[in-house]
């Protein structure tokens, strides 16, 4: 349903629909949806003071998430967007080590190194037409970057300041302070662009259902399920790759396909160590 998501976010670009809209109507409708969840779980809504100021920080963080995301769905095939974006839980292995949370491991650098090494495959800017493929790919490769800069920032908050808060009350604040500022933002610059047809409309409902029904069944069964389960959700990338050929026709390389596999079993790997 997450990689869905993003399927359903292209549709909607493809057919009129601006990025701000998409991220809009995704942060607005979950939002909401968490926020009836909540009342019907009985959930305090209360942030501690002490955090207020850090969880609209954070808030800020997954505006800009999520607008870089999207930015780069609708720029390259989605799966190869989501895919530099899962470069996240490296940079976050990085900030770790960099602000002393964490100790060095030199057996993490070879890992990073393959999961590089796969990506460079998956984009296919690793042969003699690298050239011209980094032309065509750059500007939504750096829209997917910026993303993931962005989430490793929230990471590190989540792990190191917003602990002490519920996630769905974490996640609920987050995605409405993202759809406030993209209103604001989007309004200020006439960015509000609705679909121009009915395919960019249904796009539109598309991605927010997913993404609130994902992020959903996400917390009931979170409590569930062991902690090193939750590095399943880095298979999204290649729920795309299939995903995107059935629905989009985003037809990709073997060597990208495998490229694609090499990035995300390093990067669970990662998890899997750490935890």
């Not at 967007?81 to 100790?103: D, H, I, M, N, R």
Request: with cysteine; hydrophobic share 60%.
């Amino acid at each position: 349903m997450f990689a869905s998501n993003h399927v359903a976010a292209r549709l909607a670009f493809d057919h009129g629909a601006s990025v701000a809209m998409g991220v809009l109507t995704r942060a607005a409708g979950t939002a909401l949806v968490l926020f009836l969840m909540m009342k019907l779980q009985g959930v305090r809504m209360t942030v501690p003071r002490p955090l207020l100021g850090k969880a609209l920080g954070a808030g800020l963080l997954i505006a800009v998430q999520s607008y870089c995301l999207y930015s780069a769905v609708a720029r390259i095939p989605v799966a190869l967007a989501l895919l530099c974006f899962q470069t996240c839980p490296l940079l976050y292995v990085l900030l770790s080590w960099a602000t002393g949370k964490e100790k060095p491991s030199r057996h993490v650098f070879p890992v990073i190194f393959i999961a590089l090494a796969g990506l460079a495959l998956a984009l296919g800017i690793a042969g003699g037409a690298a050239g011209a493929r980094w032309s065509e790919i750059s500007v939504g490769v750096a829209w997917a970057f910026g993303a993931a800069v962005a989430f490793m920032f929230v990471l590190y908050a989540n792990a190191h300041s917003l602990s002490g808060i519920d996630g769905r009350l974490r996640t609920f604040v987050m995605t409405a302070i993202t759809a406030v500022v993209t209103l604001a933002g989007a309004a200020a610059v006439n960015g509000l662009v609705l679909p121009a047809d009915a395919r960019g409309w249904l796009g539109l409902a598309l991605l927010t259902a997913f993404y609130c029904t994902a992020m959903c069944i996400f917390f009931i069964v979170l409590p569930r399920v062991r902690a090193a389960s939750t590095v399943a959700l880095n298979f999204e990338p290649i729920a795309l790759l299939a995903l995107g050929w059935l629905v989009l026709g985003q037809a990709v390389t073997p060597v990208q396909v495998g490229g694609a596999f090499l990035t995300v079993g390093a990067i669970v790997w990662l998890g899997l160590a750490r935890k």
